[in-house]
């Protein structure tokens, strides 16, 4: 397996996936846009990708 599928194996607790399988992850960490995420302090890591630097700054 990749990297990527043993990441994901790990996660779902099968001792193996392949590409095109379906499966249920048990998640250590999420990445969320903005305001769009639940609340959840232990789980959610937001991203702020709209800010843009003010004109005026030097």
């Keep these: 397996m990749t990297i990527t599928e043993k990441i ?3 996660a ?3 001792d193996q ?3 095109g399988e379906f499966i249920t992850c048990r998640l250590d960490l999420v990445m969320a ?3 769009t ?3 959840d302090a ?3 890591v937001l991203v702020a990708d ?3 630097t003010n004109k005026d700054i030097k």
């Design 37 to 39: 995420a639940p609340i």
């Design 8 to 10: 994901l194996a790990r």
């Design 12 to 14: 779902a607790g099968c």
């Design 50 to 52: 709209h800010i843009t």
């Design 17 to 19: 996936v392949r590409p």
């Design 42 to 44: 232990e789980k959610v």
């Design 33 to 35: 846009n903005d305001i």
